[in-house]
């Protein structure tokens, strides 16, 4: 036995909460978990394809413990309720009755639950995770060492360096051989795309068929579906699209009607706080809630740029500030100003950030093509970066011509196209770079491995353009949507405020109620509010990320003081 230093702490295995939870619950429950196990087998498999890490007798255990302290917290409130003898206790006791059961429910599908969260995050990056297999497959490399590549590459492919390293787990702790480990991942794995990339590889090598052919037909299948996924979730999209400006400006220029009715009936307007509080508190709950729904259908890269939201986070109180200082504006210039204030410095940054993205990824195919050129004329992958500084590839090619320069004063071809890629902010630039590096760093890579990392950097080009085209006509429904929010308020307030002629005399009617001027303010306020937030849907829905929402945000605040300006010089109702 190895012995232990005197004075050294053994490092002890650190349980989360979940062990600790479940290893409790086991104790209590852990006889009445083995049988229902020993009846359930196909729980096991649910668990190994989830990212669960507890047994089959730990998840039934807690199962069995959280519906006892769900039926205990039941037994409590039911007794209170009888003390006290309050209906609407007894009425809410009534209502929780089935929660154990609903609970023991809930915690023995979680299995099921986290296989779904696993198999969408393996599935956006799967066509990029193909691609550099393929890539390197060109140069000799097999896919086993490709995943050993790709379990050190976390920051570019953090789901897919998980699923690396099971594969890997079970070859190197556990000794199985390739080909087992990989058909167990096949079996376990919850993905159907990469399960039979796996079980087709493992195919070919019993058969010895093509590799490279195999794996160039599953690419063209992966991104083949990765573009009917995206047609797919635009159609959803749009339906969503259609629910969300229903609920923010239909909805709420009903509510805007019904005030008036109440106004005309009361002679007052107290219908007004219904108003505000849907404008400012309804319809921006809803407009979170829209933006989850989006995040979980859209297709999207697995890096996020936090920098626009970390300048967001700085810039809000700024504008919180400027809410509170007293200025000689009405409230809905002063609103529109804060907002304004808040947002203007995250938009400028994101901008930023979003037109070197697309520059970049943009002319990385054509970098690529010509990089292959040069690898069949003969050059190395040094020389073929120093060919290339000249050449006008946009915002590339200051890159370009670092890299070069890098190369000239005899830094490593790798560690100079890894710094590159740890530089930039566009995630597909940052996979092309590593690509690029990985290439390089097995041997200098073939010329065939060039000509497909071009082939590959041109299909990735062209599936985002395809999306951000799909997703760009619910830019202006939104658009039209916030303007329709403040246009309709004008249009109800001149039809409220303006007097009645009969049509047989030809006689006017006293005026119906008027809305006075605060009021017309408080309900600009709350128009201007809302289209802020609807500019933020905007970026997510037509763009696909919230940081593009902020400049869409800052327009509509714009749009919707000019639409007060037009609105109010036709009308002729004076609100400036």
């Known amino acids: ?75 409590v409130e039911f007794a ?73 590459m976390s920051e570019i492919f953090p789901n897919a360096a998980k699923e690396a390293r099971r594969v890997l787990l079970d070859i190197d702790v556990f000794g199985l051989d390739p080909i087992t480990a990989l058909e167990k991942a096949a079996e376990t794995s919850p993905n159907k795309p990469f399960s039979e990339l796996l079980y087709g590889y493992t195919t070919i090598i019993k058969t010895g068929g093509d590799l490279n052919s195999f794996l ?44 008036q009715a109440e106004a005309l009936i009361s002679h007052n307007s107290s219908g007004l706080q219904g108003v505000e509080v849907f404008g400012l508190v309804g319809v921006p709950l809803f407009s979170v809630l829209f933006l989850y729904v989006l995040n979980g259908v859209q297709a999207r890269f697995p890096y996020v740029d ?49 037109r070197e993205r697309n520059a970049l990824e943009k002319a990385l195919p054509d970098f690529f093509r010509d990089f292959s050129e040069g690898r069949k004329i003969g050059l190395s992958p040094e020389q073929t970066i120093q060919s290339l500084a000249d050449k006008h590839y946009g915002l590339l090619s200051k890159h370009v011509k670092k890299m070069s320069s890098q190369v000239s004063w005899g830094v490593s071809t790798v560690k100079v196209i890894s710094t590159f ?20 760093d097995v041997g200098g890579g073939t010329v065939r491995s060039f000509s497909d990392m071009a082939d590959f950097t041109r299909k990735m080009n062209d599936l985002e353009s395809e999306k951000r085209s799909t997703l760009k006509p619910y830019l202006f429904i939104n658009y039209f949507a916030a303007i329709m929010v403040v246009v309709t308020t004008f249009i109800m307030v001149y039809f409220i405020s303006t007097p009645i002629k009969f049509a047989n005399s030809g006689s006017f009617a006293a005026p119906l109620p008027t809305i006075n001027r605060g009021d017309i303010g408080i309900l600009l306020t709350v128009s201007v509010f809302e289209s802020w937030f609807i500019g933020i849907v905007a970026g997510k829905m037509g763009e696909g990320s919230v940081a593009d929402g902020f400049k869409h945000a800052f327009a509509l605040v714009l749009i919707a003081l000019l639409s007060v300006v037009v609105a109010q010089a036709v009308m002729h109702i004076s609100i400036l």
């Open 421 to 440: 890629a740890s530089e930039v902010r566009s995630w597909v630039t940052r996979e092309a770079g590593m690509l690029l590096a990985e290439v390089i």
């Open 1 to 75: 036995m190895k012995s232990v230093p005197r004075g050294t702490v053994e490092p002890k295995a650190s349980l989360g909460p979940l062990d600790v939870v479940s290893g409790f619950a086991y104790r209590l429950f852990g006889r009445y978990a083995d049988g229902v196990a020993a009846n359930t087998p196909w729980l096991r498999d649910e668990i190994l394809k989830s990212n669960m890490r507890i047994t089959p007798e730990g998840l039934i255990s807690l199962a069995f413990f959280g519906s006892v302290v769900s039926a205990l917290v039941f037994v």
């Open 306 to 354: 936090y920098y626009p939201y970390k300048v967001f986070a700085l810039s809000a109180p700024v504008g919180i500030v400027v809410f509170l200082v007293p200025l000689p504006l009405d409230l809905f210039l002063h609103t529109s100003t804060a907002l304004m204030a808040a947002t203007l410095p995250a938009m400028v940054v994101a901008m930023k950030s979003g």
């Open 80 to 152: 209170v309720a009888l003390a006290f003898a309050s209906p609407i206790l007894l009425l809410i006791s009534g209502a929780f009755a089935a929660t154990p059961a609903l609970v023991f429910l809930i915690i023995m599908r979680a299995p099921r639950i986290s296989q779904g969260s696993r198999a969408a995050a393996l599935d956006n990056e799967l066509p990029f995770v193909v691609g550099f297999i393929v890539v390197l497959a060109g140069g000799g490399i097999s896919p086993i060492a490709s995943l050993r590549r790709i379990a050190k």
């Open 216 to 259: 160039a037909n599953k690419l063209k299948e992966i991104y083949e579906s990765r573009a009917l996924k995206v047609k797919k979730s635009s159609d959803t999209i749009g339906t969503l699209a259609e629910g969300y400006i229903t609920i923010t400006s239909v909805l709420g220029i009903s509510l805007f009607v019904l005030f």
